[in-house]
Every structure is written in structure tokens, then in C-alpha cells.
């Protein structure tokens, strides 16, 4: 395992194992990184299951303890590395009022687009469907980055680790980041962060060691 104990599981197809990457590369904590096959439904076996009782990447091993649910590892993550968790006891329910939100409007419409253009090719009554719900989110987005750098606060968060994630391959969805200017913007002060990397360049196809 990596010197600094770490291990994750996740896809590189998967936005909320990015999210997690993400924040273990911007925080420099090294970490072992185990692929997940999800086409041939690994996140279900019973081997992975004792791993991640929902059945789901990513899951991350540090101290003897397995977390899931990557907005909840965030959390764990920038507690422990007291990094891009907000400056005081305020800011902090704002992250975890604009993580939530994430979860509910921005990242479901973004994937599963993503999904259905990509990857199902379904028909175009459900990608219409889905460009409408994620189109939505987005435009809250930009309004929420209207006149701000970051999402909460004056420094980056965990809430905009969150809320890149999904983002990040809107472009797989048929979207483009031009069609929102605030969120162009802010996604350009996201890339220029000190240890970015792009998901799939981050997230290999296969397992490796002290990423």
C-alpha cells in the first residue's frame, strides 16, 4: 500500500471515483489503486460487496477502515489532510449544503446523459429528457459562480472537488462548457490547481501502485 495508506477502488468511467482521485492528487497524498470492472459486474460480487456494502466505486481504505460514498470521503479526506474543507464552521455547512445538492441535481443529469450518449446510445425522447435535467443543474451552477472564484468562500473547497467531477466530462455528454461562461471560467481555476490531473489521465484502465 502507498506510504501514505491509502487504497482505492473505483472505474476510470466513474465521476465520483474521480472526484475522489482528484482530491487524494490535490492534497498529495499518495495512494495503491485497485480497478473496479464494472461492464463485467464486479462492484457486485460478493468479494467486493464485503468491501462496499452498497455495491458501488468508489471505496477507499485508510487506518484499517473502509469508506464509501465519495462526497462522505471527501469529507473524511479533508478533515484528515486539513485541506479544501472551508475556513470556519459557516462555510463548512455551505459545502455540505452544496455537496448535497450536487448529489441530487447536478451530478444525476450530467451521468446519466453521459451514459446514455456514450455508452447505451438510447433513444433520443431520454436523451432529450436527461439534457433537459442536466442542463438545469448546470445553469444553477453558473449562477451560483456568478461574480465568485470559487463555489463557497474565497479558496477552492471540497464542494467545487464535488462539483467538478461530474463536470469534467460534460463534453461525453454533448455539452459544452462555453454554453455556461462562469462555469468555463471557473473549470479553467480548477485545471490550474497545483497536482491536477484530468480523469483519464489520473484514473488507469487497470490497477496500479503509488499514484
Known amino acids: 500500500m502507498a506510504e501514505d495508506g ?4 473505483g472505474s476510470f468511467l466513474s ?12 492534497c498529495g497524498l499518495r495512494f495503491d489503486y485497485r480497478h473496479v470492472d464494472l461492464a463485467a459486474g464486479e462492484h457486485k460480487s460478493p468479494e467486493f460487496r464485503a468491501i462496499n456494502r452498497f455495491g458501488q466505486v468508489p471505496a477507499l481504505r485508510h487506518d484499517g477502515r ?8 471527501l469529507q473524511h479526506l479533508a478533515a484528515h489532510a486539513d485541506r479544501y474543507r472551508g475556513a470556519d464552521p459557516e462555510e463548512r455547512i455551505a459545502i455540505a449544503e452544496t455537496m448535497c445538492w450536487e448529489a441530487d ?4 443529469g450530467l451521468t446519466r446523459l453521459r451514459f446514455f450518449r456514450r455508452f447505451l446510445r438510447a433513444e433520443p425522447a431520454v436523451q432529450d429528457w436527461f439534457e433537459g435535467f442536466a442542463t438545469n443543474g448546470l445553469a444553477v451552477l453558473d449562477e451560483l459562480l456568478d461574480g465568485r472564484d470559487w463555489l463557497v468562500g474565497s479558496a477552492p473547497t471540497i464542494a467545487d472537488i464535488s462539483c467538478y467531477a461530474p463536470v469534467a466530462q460534460m463534453d461525453e455528454a454533448g455539452l459544452k462548457e462555453a454554453d455556461w461562461p462562469n462555469i468555463a471560467a471557473w473549470t479553467a481555476r480548477m485545471r490550474a490547481l497545483p497536482g491536477y490531473a484530468a480523469p483519464y489521465d489520473l484514473l488507469p484502465q487497470h490497477s496500479a501502485e503509488g499514484l
Open 6 to 9: 491509502f487504497l482505492l477502488y
Open 15 to 26: 465521476a465520483p471515483s474521480y472526484r475522489v482521485a482528484l482530491m487524494l492528487r490535490l
Open 66 to 73: 473502509v469508506y464509501v460514498q465519495s462526497n462522505a470521503i
Open 105 to 108: 441535481r447536478l451530478y444525476p
